[in-house]
């Protein structure tokens, strides 16, 4: 299974970007889905939750501000991201908790990480 990350880029402070992860491989079924980020020096911190049904969680400091959302015909995960601050600015990385097709329970994997930049 591999999940693949995109969208992340460089934006000013109150501007918008869009984050997108698509999973492949042996996928039997994709559970929860997360967006976690890391800011340089600083530990990685979840920011958003999907559960398959489509329920939501948000960190305190994004509400409002990001929304996360999934497509479960497309194996995929967004995080639309506006009115961005330089607090923002942090490597996003997507998870999910997939069970693959004959491989024992469901495990999390890791996408690769995409930079967001936010300028004040």
């Known amino acids: 299974v591999q999940l693949q990350a995109s969208g992340g880029g460089s934006v000013q402070t109150g501007g918008s970007l869009r984050l997108s992860c698509v999973a492949s491989g042996n996928i039997g079924e994709i559970r929860d889905m997360y967006w976690y980020r890391q800011a340089l020096g600083k530990q990685r911190q979840q920011v958003a939750r999907?559960?398959?049904?489509?329920?939501?969680n948000y960190r305190d400091s994004v509400k409002g501000r990001f929304t996360i959302s999934r497509d479960s015909a497309e194996n995929a995960q967004y995080l639309q991201m506006d009115n961005l601050k330089p607090e923002d600015t942090a490597i996003y990385f997507c998870?999910?908790?997939?069970?693959?097709?004959?491989?024992?329970?469901?495990?999390?994997?890791w996408g690769q990480g995409t930079q967001v930049t936010v300028s004040s």
């Open positions: 999907i559960s398959a049904e489509g329920n939501t």
């Open positions: 998870n999910a908790l997939i069970r693959r097709v004959g491989v024992g329970p469901a495990e999390f994997f």
